[in-house]
């Protein structure tokens, strides 16, 4: 569910793995005016639905309207996956930071978030997710900038720190000399998404061997990617985030964890292009 919903590639992921695991289901793009999202939800049951997938604008409002909540979600602010119970109460979560971590361990294996602070630009609602997924896993310090201040500092001062003193906010002209010492370089901004303007920063204090990893997926290598290359550092590109988000919601509804897969990939490219 989302408002618009056309451009999503979820339909095309858990197609595949339906198909792949021979399971009699569907998975449907469903376009949900924001003034209609309850409604929708509250319909699903009697639609034959196990549950669904939100994204925006809607991931907030969600939080509100499921009869219950995992702790993460809650923390987070916001809900990607609800599901549906057999006494059609629906319970929200999310699965975003899961994603974004296994998405590091497949694409680099060997990283460890632990070994140096990282660097997380834009303070949105993917940010909120990765920000606690990094927190979770054991990050020693988070540089937060954002073009907007105040929602940085938000975000740092929101229940996702947990009062932790790790998260250290910038100033979003700073973002280039806050690059020394890290160890991963997040971009969570649209900045560098294919028909946005593109994300500007001066990678010269940034560890050639820090990693880089954009959730921007339209281009596959977007310029901070390219450019991260062209110096050395390791890239992760950002459709894996997506991909893995995807599982724990498919295993909840249909009951096996599926894989992500180099044919997975493919599959889904071959749309996104």
Request: proline content about 6%; aromatic content about 6%; glycine content about 10%.
């Amino acid at each position: 569910m989302g408002w618009p919903v056309d451009h999503s590639l979820s339909p095309r992921v858990h197609g595949f793995w339906l198909q792949n695991y021979a399971i009699d289901g569907e998975y449907l793009r469903i376009p949900v005016d924001p003034e209609q999202l309850s409604a929708n939800l509250r319909r699903l049951k009697g639609e034959g639905y196990v549950g669904c997938n939100i994204t925006v604008p809607h991931k907030e409002a969600a939080l509100a309207l499921v009869d219950d909540v995992d702790p993460l979600a809650q923390r987070i602010g916001a809900v990607n996956t609800i599901i549906i119970g057999k006494d059609g109460k629906l319970y929200g979560t999310n699965t975003d930071g899961f994603g974004f971590l296994e998405n590091l361990r497949q694409g680099y294996p060997g990283f460890d978030v632990r070994a140096g602070p990282a660097v997380v630009l834009g303070a949105g609602g993917a940010a909120r997710a990765v920000v606690a997924a990094l927190l979770d896993a054991g990050a020693p310090e988070i540089r937060l900038f954002n073009r907007t201040k105040s929602r940085a500092e938000n975000l740092a001062n929101s229940p996702i720190a947990q009062g932790s003193d790790k998260i250290k906010v910038g100033d979003w002209q700073n973002r280039a000399t806050g690059l020394s010492q890290a160890s991963l370089l997040v971009n969570t901004t649209t900045l560098g998404m294919r028909s946005q303007r593109p994300l500007e920063i001066d990678l010269t204090h940034l560890p050639v061997q820090a990693l880089v990893t954009d959730i921007v997926y339209t281009p596959l290598i977007t310029d901070l990617l390219a450019r991260a290359m062209a110096r050395g550092n390791p890239v992760v590109d950002g459709l894996g985030m997506l991909l893995h988000q995807a599982r724990p919601g498919f295993k909840a509804w249909f009951g096996r964890l599926p894989e992500v897969t180099a044919a997975l990939r493919t599959y889904v490219l071959a749309e996104s292009k």
